[in-house]
């Protein structure tokens, strides 16, 4: 029998950043296939493409044995192809049948909305999942009224309305708890019966081989392996991920010993999708927060320098308590945060770099004016020290490459020293040179007491840089590498929830 | 969910309830308040409100806002006044004229659509500076107040169709209009884009098309109230309706549509335009000073609209 999906020689290029190498996908019919990969290995670019959203450079679709029209989610949608969003596709202010029939509502008598034919429909695709939809699940309750778990259910539900062929669910088990997996995972084998196909992507090992009757890994770009997940283990796997020069244990970096008292403190932090978590980290170390993207990392460095404050918990630095409820407690007690979103988090759009560096000293210092002579020749210094390349002090700051751009961001915090500092994928699109400036920056600030803490989303920028790497998955802490099990292996396999 | 959580999205229970004790407060100040001639000399007063406080509706749910609505209400009142003089000013001219008033209108809020949606302007400026360019439009057709209407038309306004009152039977066909659109896909399509756009993307909806319809829709309404005030004075004047854009969006927030969008309807609105007038005929039957009316309604309007505010904010 031919397969449901035969995607082959897929590539995409975003600018010069090649996410997709000739990489091949097969679904049969009726199956469960797990996607899986390290950050950046390509599968969401691959599931967007099949599912409309994102536009192929080369390549084919087969889509039953036929080439398939996927320029849009609506041409996607009418091959029979969904893609399972997390809680993007619900508006809060309809109601939960309205959601699930927007854009396709049946029709009586002069094209007036069936809602009694909504009302029955939604009615029995709630019966399906009866046993987990909960207090007030009901088809005229407002979507903004349901937990996060119920809105989850609707968005399955609205995907099952439109009957498709293949269903690609992208991290849809994050959010649930395990009873509510198992009934997904039940949903999961009824569309089976039913001949509907699925592509899995998940953050967990355990649910691929609960579940996945194949399994395809992509490793930079390309497909690298194809398993029956009967007929494979999790090491095989997680090889298949590294890849074999990533599988050599020990690396050759030269890590310092961990050595003296923990100086920052963190017990019990909690936020929306994290925790809680603790960890401790000392003088000196440079502390990395590994796993797969979007398992809390970005929560907990927001939370620690207060632009989204924990919900519970206590960070101590130097034995003093620093949880912040803004990012202004946080500069005061030396902490500073640099994000690779520099355009949302950093820049002061059309505003010269002097001002660019000089603004986090009016909260740090308290000033209220900045004396310009005497900042001028202490930034200037500092951007000279970080190899900075600009025109001048009073040039705009959108007159820099983005590499220079983030110099002059974290040449705000410089002067005087940070005792901690956060960095959250700080050198997403920047140019090598630059990215070496930033790495030897980061272990010189380190080397005179400061503690750094990174989020990284490439994986081989924390096992070159950091001391120790803090595993993440689904918000909770799942590894904890030093030394010798500070490898690819292990961090890959860690990221999949599968810690020794 | 409490009793007063239910009403959260409904703040039109409470615009009903203000409606009621105007009418009664008017009903006391005004002993002849509920006789029919002085009903339908009311609901003939507040018609053009109610018009432009229903089309406003549906560009506020899709999330913008239409200020041009006022110009827009002036360059169909001096088009069709125009066109029903050149063309002789019988039978066939005023058909003529209420067809191409209506046409202008609908044009206008085509513009504005297209304006918005398509090029991806800000509503609440681009609608600004389209009300100035229909403004100045309406001073190039008529300059002056004047060149009044033939008289069947304003006759015909302020009689009977079949025995009942024209003006009754324009809320009539307009109701009925409103619920036609309330009963299609389009009013829920039109929530989920002023709702959570991104959402309603991600669901494939023609964003594009439901906005600018929205548009269209307040054009035509805007056009609808054009003619029926025409039917008021008799006569053209550029000026006209000056005050209509931001009296119905006061109107539409106080029937319980959401500014933001997504929430609401047009049976909210009437009530909401409904009490902006009641306010205005409670001002003026207390005897209070002349000086001290706009005052006190803007005052009153400021009242209502935070009463409404705090009972959805439970």
Request: hydrophobic fraction near 50%; charge should be neutral.
């Amino acid at each position: 029998m031919q397969p449901v999906l035969r995607a082959s020689d897929i590539s995409k290029s975003f600018g010069a950043v090649r996410a997709l190498d000739k990489a091949r996908l097969t679904v049969e019919r009726g199956e469960i296939h797990a996607l899986l990969g390290a950050n950046g290995c390509g599968k969401s670019t691959l599931c967007k493409i099949i599912a409309g959203t994102v536009g192929r450079d080369t390549g084919e679709v087969l889509i039953d044995g036929k080439a398939a029209a996927l320029g849009s989610p609506r041409l996607a949608e009418a091959e029979g192809v969904a893609l399972f969003y997390q809680e993007l596709s619900l508006v809060p202010q309809l109601s939960v049948g309205e959601n699930i029939f927007l854009g396709r509502e049946p029709r009586e008598r002069l094209g007036f909305t069936d809602r009694a034919a909504i009302a029955r429909e939604t009615e029995a695709l709630i019966a399906r999942v009866a046993a987990v939809a909960g207090k007030g699940f009901t088809p005229d309750a407002r979507v903004a009224d349901l937990t996060p778990d119920q809105r989850q259910l609707a968005e399955i539900l609205k995907v099952l309305a439109r009957q498709p062929k293949i269903i690609i669910f992208d991290e849809a088990t994050a959010t649930l708890d395990r009873r509510q997996v198992e009934v997904f995972f039940d949903i999961l084998r009824e569309l089976k019966a039913e001949g509907v196909s699925s592509i899995f992507i998940s953050h967990r090992m355990d649910e691929v081989f609960a579940i996945a009757d194949r399994i395809t890994v992509m490793r930079n770009g390309q497909t690298v392996a194809e398993f029956a997940a009967t007929e494979t283990d999790r090491y095989a796997v997680v090889y298949a991920m590294v890849g074999e020069t990533g599988a050599i244990a020990a690396s050759v970096r030269d890590h310092r010993p961990l050595e003296g008292d923990a100086r920052l403190v963190v017990e019990g932090a909690r936020a929306a999708r994290l925790g809680p978590v603790s960890f401790t980290a000392r003088c000196g170390e440079i502390l990395g927060l590994g796993g797969l993207q979007g398992q809390g990392q970005k929560a907990l460095l927001a939370g620690l320098f207060g632009a989204e404050p924990f919900q519970s918990g206590h960070v101590s630095l130097d034995g003093v308590d620093v949880t912040a409820g803004r990012p202004a407690d946080a500069m005061a007690h030396r902490i500073a945060y640099v994000s690779g979103d520099r355009g949302r988090d950093s820049a002061l759009p059309g505003r010269s770099i002097f001002e660019n560096t000089a603004i986090a000293s009016l909260v740090r210092e308290r000033r209220h004016v900045i004396p310009g002579a005497l900042f001028r020749e202490r930034f200037a210094d500092v951007l000279a020290g970080l190899n900075t390349r600009y025109a001048g002090l009073d040039a705009p700051i959108g007159s820099l490459s983005g590499g220079n751009q983030q110099k002059v961001f974290i040449s705000r915090w410089l002067s005087p020293a940070p005792g901690l500092l956060l960095l959250d994928d700080p050198t997403k699109g920047i140019d090598l040179g630059a990215k070496g400036d930033f790495y030897l920056l980061a272990r010189k600030l380190a080397d005179e007491g400061a503690t750094v803490i990174i989020y990284s989303s490439e994986d081989s920028e924390l096992l070159s840089l950091c001391d120790r790497v803090l595993v993440l998955n689904g918000g909770a802490i799942t590894a904890d590498l030093t030394g010798d099990r500070l490898t690819p292996f292990e961090l890959t396999r860690a990221s999949y929830g599968d810690a020794a | 969910m409490t009793g007063l959580g239910k009403l959260g999205g409904r703040t039109w229970v409470v615009t009903a309830a203000a409606l009621i004790v105007l009418i009664v407060v008017n009903a006391v100040l005004q002993h002849n308040f509920l006789e029919p001639s002085v009903v339908q000399s009311n609901l003939t007063t507040f018609l053009p409100l109610v018009l432009v406080a229903i089309g406003q509706t549906y560009v506020i749910l899709g999330g913008d806002i239409d200020l041009s609505v006022g110009a827009i209400v002036a360059l169909v009142n001096v088009v069709t006044v125009t066109v029903i003089a050149a063309f002789g000013g019988d039978g066939t001219a005023v058909v003529l004229g209420l067809m191409i008033g209506m046409g202008v209108g609908a044009g206008c809020g085509l513009l504005n659509g297209l304006i918005i949606a398509g090029l991806r302007f800000q509503p609440i400026v681009t609608t600004f500076a389209t009300s100035i360019v229909f403004s100045g439009l309406a001073l190039w057709v008529l300059p002056q107040a004047g060149l009044p209407v033939p008289e069947p038309y304003w006759r015909t306004y302020a009689g009977t169709i079949l025995g009942v009152p024209t003006v009754y039977v324009i809320y009539l066909l307009a109701f009925l209009l409103a619920a036609f659109l309330a009963a299609r896909p389009f009013m829920t399509r039109l929530k989920a884009v002023g709702g959570l756009r991104a959402a309603a993307f991600q669901t494939g909806l023609d964003l594009g098309r439901l906005r600018v319809s929205a548009f269209v829709l307040s054009g035509l309404y805007g056009a609808f109230a054009s003619l029926c005030l025409t039917g008021e004075t008799a006569s053209g004047d550029p000026l006209m309706g000056q005050s209509l854009a931001m009296s119905a969006i006061s109107a539409v927030v106080l029937g319980g549509t959401a500014l933001a969008g997504g929430v609401g309807g047009t049976l909210g609105s009437v009530l909401g335009a409904l009490v902006v007038g009641m306010i205005g005929s409670v001002i003026f039957f207390a005897g209070l000073p002349f000086e001290y009316q706009t005052l006190v309604q803007g005052l009153i309007i400021l009242a209502a609209l935070a009463g409404g505010v705090l009972v959805t904010r439970r």
